[in-house]
């Protein structure tokens, strides 16, 4: 990973706007993540979160508005040099190496910061350990279940030293227990990595948990925007997902 | 009397898996079936000739010089240019190279095979029994040995092979973890260059000249065992080029001697026989790009 001086306290979109041949799937968003907090990304399905995400990772090009992680304009940055930057995402389908151990998965994201051989290596357990998957380091990583290689995906994620580290659903397909472990995990890494997160997420009981700001997404505009307390009593989010759309 | 053919054929067997190993490399990091791969077998022995006169290190130091230069500079001023184009490209590239490598050692050493003093002290025999083991069969044997398992160290143990196996099987997910897909596919092909030396080294000892021609019986060799092996999979291409030079020596010394001029038929319809029954190779790996 490139040298970053100072760490950016912020990550920003203004005015964002992704359209795929006429269609708005993401309209006009502004959004601030803060380092040390958790930001959750919600919406009905369609509702554009998952373009946002990738629009803001440098996977999908934007159509207008700005991407900031600090002062610095990021927007048209490829996935590689943002990341490079310490923004860093995780996969919905893990994008682990599932050829490589556990342990080796992370150490390539230790080593993306800079930390090889047996530095590396104690970092990468370090890592294991706070995902609680430190039993599992020289294990093949296609072979462990679903739970644990979504937390092998965040824990290389984590190795990199990331600024922002930047969830894609990661507790789709997770059962009740493992979902609420992860959420716990998640508000773990923040507290001992200081970075921000921004959690796209489509289980509210994790958002909920574990979110100090909520920004809600409706065909492509934001709807609401606040703490979890202002976003559970909202009237238009109760509309987007309870109201005339839903029998 | 068998035991005698199978030692031999262990012998040719680990010279044409070692073969194998460098092409299968380059392939499985980055989806390039290198044709010139025999070139640099064939490059490898006429650094023989030209150091022939040189203390045996400076010989062996020399040839994996000249031969890992060759490799590095085909990476940069051919593949690397192609390396975002189809298959299909980089394929063509690769048997023009072979061309014009094949053709420039034509011109730089004529036309006409070239002449490689023997090395004697190769040839002695040990007698175990009624087994006759020639030191080269030992020796390459040990350093087909030696060499999987250092390449098996490499991969397993060190940064970059880590980063390498990474590379092989998700190259954009690799870029986004920082890893520098330069840097990883010119060490394979510095790995494959070091393997194509050793393989000139123990396979012209063995001969009496280089040709301009050489290289290409043993890029085919390599071609067939790392397909039979399993493209993609370091241990099928062991396998796969293993099983060529085995089986290829026991049919020579099996069949009787109006059939040996089918030993090439025989072997090949073998190969047909095997990827009808496993089209994707004895150890099919996960993720082969094509």
Request: net charge negative; charged share 15%.
């Given at each position: 990973?490139?040298?970053?001086?100072?760490?950016?306290?912020?990550?920003?979109?203004?005015?964002?706007?992704?359209?795929?041949?006429?269609?708005?799937?993401?309209?006009?968003?502004?959004?601030?993540?803060?380092?040390?907090?958790?930001?959750?990304?919600?919406?009905?399905?369609?509702?554009?979160?998952?373009?946002?995400?990738?629009?803001?990772?440098?996977?999908?090009?934007?159509?207008?508005?700005?991407?900031?992680?600090?002062?610095?304009?990021?927007?048209?940055?490829?996935?590689?040099?943002?990341?490079?930057?310490?923004?860093?995402?995780?996969f919905?389908d893990t994008r682990i190496f599932k050829a490589l151990t556990v342990l080796e998965n992370v150490e390539l994201?230790?080593?993306?910061?800079?930390?090889?051989?047996?530095?590396?290596?104690?970092?990468?357990?370090?890592?294991?350990?706070?995902?609680?998957i430190?039993?599992l380091a020289d294990e093949i990583a296609g072979n462990v279940a679903l739970g644990d290689g979504r937390r092998v995906g965040?824990a290389r994620?984590?190795?990199?030293?990331?600024?922002?580290?930047?969830?894609?659903?990661?507790?789709?397909g997770?059962?009740?227990?493992?979902?609420?472990?992860?959420?716990?995990?998640?508000?773990?890494?923040?507290?001992?990595?200081?970075?921000?997160?921004?959690?796209?997420?489509?289980?509210?009981?994790?958002?909920?948990?574990?979110?100090?700001?909520?920004?809600?997404?409706?065909?492509?505009?934001?709807?609401?925007?606040?703490?979890?307390?202002?976003?559970?009593?909202?009237?238009?989010?109760?509309?987007?997902?309870?109201?005339?759309?839903?029998? | 009397?068998?035991?005698?053919?199978?030692?031999?054929?262990?012998?040719?067997?680990?010279?044409?898996?070692?073969?194998?190993?460098?092409?299968?490399?380059?392939?499985s990091?980055?989806?390039?079936?290198?044709?010139?791969?025999?070139?640099?077998?064939?490059?490898?022995?006429?650094?023989?000739?030209?150091?022939?006169?040189?203390?045996?290190?400076?010989?062996?130091?020399?040839?994996?010089?000249?031969?890992?230069?060759?490799?590095?500079?085909?990476?940069?001023?051919?593949?690397?240019?192609?390396?975002?184009?189809?298959?299909?490209?980089?394929?063509?590239?690769?048997?023009?190279?072979?061309?014009?490598?094949?053709?420039?050692?034509?011109?730089?050493?004529?036309?006409?095979?070239?002449?490689?003093?023997?090395?004697?002290?190769?040839?002695?025999?040990?007698?175990?029994?009624?087994?006759?083991?020639?030191?080269?069969?030992?020796?390459?044997?040990?350093?087909?040995?030696?060499?999987?398992?250092?390449?098996?160290?490499?991969l397993k143990?060190?940064?970059?092979?880590v980063?390498?196996r990474a590379s092989t099987e998700d190259?954009?997910m690799s870029?986004?973890?920082?890893?520098?897909?330069?840097?990883?596919?010119?060490?394979?092909?510095?790995?494959?260059?070091?393997?194509?030396?050793?393989?000139?080294?123990?396979?012209?000892?063995?001969?009496?000249?280089?040709?301009?021609?050489?290289?290409?019986?043993?890029?085919?060799?390599?071609?067939?065992?790392?397909?039979?092996?399993?493209?993609g999979s370091m241990v099928?291409?062991?396998?796969?080029?293993?099983?060529?030079?085995?089986?290829?020596?026991?049919?020579?010394?099996?069949?009787?001697?109006?059939?040996?001029?089918?030993?090439?038929?025989?072997?090949?319809?073998?190969?047909?026989?095997?990827?009808?029954?496993?089209?994707?190779?004895?150890i099919a790996a996960k993720g082969v790009?094509?």
């Amino acid at each position: 990973m490139m040298d970053r001086s100072s760490r950016a306290e912020t990550l920003t979109t203004d005015g964002v706007c992704v359209y795929f041949e006429g269609v708005k799937a993401v309209d006009d968003i502004s959004l601030s993540v803060q380092r040390n907090r958790i930001h959750g990304l919600i919406g009905p399905n369609g509702a554009g979160k998952s373009t946002l995400f990738n629009a803001v990772s440098g996977f999908v090009p934007l159509t207008a508005g700005r991407v900031s992680l600090g002062d610095a304009d990021i927007s048209g940055w490829s996935p590689t040099r943002i990341s490079q930057h310490g923004v860093v995402r995780t996969f919905q389908d893990t994008r682990i190496f599932k050829a490589l151990t556990v342990l080796e998965n992370v150490e390539l994201g230790a080593m993306d910061a800079g930390l090889h051989g047996n530095v590396g290596r104690a970092a990468s357990l370090q890592v294991l350990e706070l995902l609680r998957i430190d039993h599992l380091a020289d294990e093949i990583a296609g072979n462990v279940a679903l739970g644990d290689g979504r937390r092998v995906g965040i824990a290389r994620a984590v190795a990199t030293q990331p600024d922002f580290l930047m969830m894609d659903e990661p507790a789709a397909g997770l059962d009740e227990k493992e979902t609420s472990e992860l959420a716990d995990s998640i508000k773990e890494i923040r507290d001992e990595r200081q970075c921000g997160v921004l959690l796209v997420e489509h289980d509210m009981s994790v958002i909920f948990k574990i979110c100090e700001e909520i920004h809600v997404m409706d065909s492509g505009r934001t709807i609401a925007v606040g703490t979890p307390d202002e976003i559970r009593t909202n009237a238009a989010v109760i509309e987007a997902y309870f109201g005339s759309g839903h029998s | 009397m068998y035991l005698q053919y199978i030692i031999d054929s262990i012998g040719t067997g680990s010279l044409y898996a070692l073969m194998t190993l460098g092409l299968a490399l380059v392939f499985s990091v980055m989806g390039l079936m290198n044709f010139a791969y025999g070139q640099l077998v064939m490059i490898g022995g006429f650094a023989m000739i030209l150091l022939r006169s040189q203390p045996w290190w400076v010989l062996i130091l020399g040839t994996v010089v000249a031969v890992v230069i060759v490799s590095l500079l085909m990476e940069r001023l051919a593949f690397r240019p192609v390396r975002t184009a189809t298959a299909m490209t980089m394929l063509i590239t690769s048997f023009a190279l072979a061309q014009l490598l094949q053709q420039a050692a034509r011109v730089a050493f004529g036309a006409n095979p070239r002449p490689l003093e023997q090395f004697s002290e190769l040839s002695v025999q040990y007698t175990v029994g009624d087994l006759y083991i020639s030191r080269m069969t030992l020796i390459t044997v040990t350093t087909t040995l030696v060499s999987v398992v250092v390449l098996a160290l490499l991969l397993k143990r060190t940064n970059i092979g880590v980063q390498l196996r990474a590379s092989t099987e998700d190259v954009e997910m690799s870029k986004l973890v920082g890893i520098r897909s330069n840097r990883v596919i010119a060490s394979a092909f510095v790995i494959s260059g070091v393997l194509a030396a050793i393989v000139a080294m123990l396979f012209f000892s063995t001969r009496t000249n280089v040709s301009w021609s050489s290289g290409e019986s043993i890029v085919l060799i390599a071609f067939v065992g790392a397909v039979i092996g399993g493209l993609g999979s370091m241990v099928g291409a062991a396998l796969g080029g293993f099983l060529m030079g085995f089986t290829y020596t026991m049919l020579n010394a099996l069949l009787p001697v109006e059939l040996r001029v089918f030993a090439d038929a025989i072997l090949y319809t073998l190969v047909i026989v095997v990827l009808l029954i496993r089209p994707a190779g004895i150890i099919a790996a996960k993720g082969v790009r094509v």
